[in-house]
């Protein structure tokens, strides 16, 4: 797909979607945009303030209405939040709206790219590998349902990933 008008990006918190994000952005000259930062935005607070006050359904539903109006733009780079796959609605919007790509990585590499991150409310109860891999059972075969394409992003720098993407849109 040679210059699409619009990409997404999903996978797993500690993907990479942000930072690719934000140089396929630079690179294609296009908006990045990330739709867990929107939320913040708009609600004046973050994400595991959120969370706390209205649980994951209340952030879910505040991020399909996001998702929706995000993947409605042009000339657009979205980075969706890890959970964005969830909501069926959500992953047809996205499929149809946009070139889907899913940053895969390992759980291992997730552990160790979100260790010292506080912004991670599903990782504060619990054993955090464990978390992590109940959520990748989960969502892996919903990225990969909706995915135009899939790159590893483990041990890889975001411009080499970024790089491979741009050269695999052609």
Same mark, same amino acid.
């Given at each position: ?13 500690? /993907? =990479?979607?942000?930072?690719?994000? &934000?140089?396929?952005? #630079? ?16 609600? =004046? ?16 539903? &505040? ?9 409605? #733009?042009?000339?657009?780079?979205? /980075?969706? =939040? ?5 909501? /069926?609605?959500? #992953?047809? #919007?996205?499929? /149809? &709206? ?18 010292? =991150? ?20 989960? &969502?892996?075969?919903l990225y990969r349902e909706i995915a135009d394409l899939t790159v590893e992003t483990d041990g890889r720098r975001v411009q080499a990933v ?8 052609g």
């Amino acid at each position: 797909m040679a210059n699409p008008k619009n990409l997404f990006l999903v996978g797993p918190m500690g /993907a =990479g979607k942000s930072a690719v994000g &934000r140089q396929l952005g #630079r690179l294609l000259h296009l908006d990045f945009v990330d739709s867990d930062e929107e939320i913040e935005a708009r609600t =004046g607070v973050d994400i595991p303030f959120i969370f706390e006050k209205e649980g994951e359904a209340g952030f879910r539903l &505040r991020e399909v209405k996001v998702i929706d109006e995000l993947s409605q #733009r042009q000339g657009v780079v979205l /980075a969706t =939040g890890g959970g964005a796959v969830l909501d /069926a609605d959500s #992953r047809s #919007r996205l499929g /149809a &709206r946009g070139f889907v790509i899913y940053l895969h990585t390992t759980v291992q590499q997730q552990l160790d790219r979100t260790q010292r =991150g506080r912004n991670r409310p599903l990782l504060e109860n619990g054993n955090k590998a464990e978390v992590l891999e109940a959520l990748m059972l989960e &969502r892996d075969p919903l990225y990969r349902e909706i995915a135009d394409l899939t790159v590893e992003t483990d041990g890889r720098r975001v411009q080499a990933v970024a790089r491979d993407i741009v050269e695999a849109l052609g």
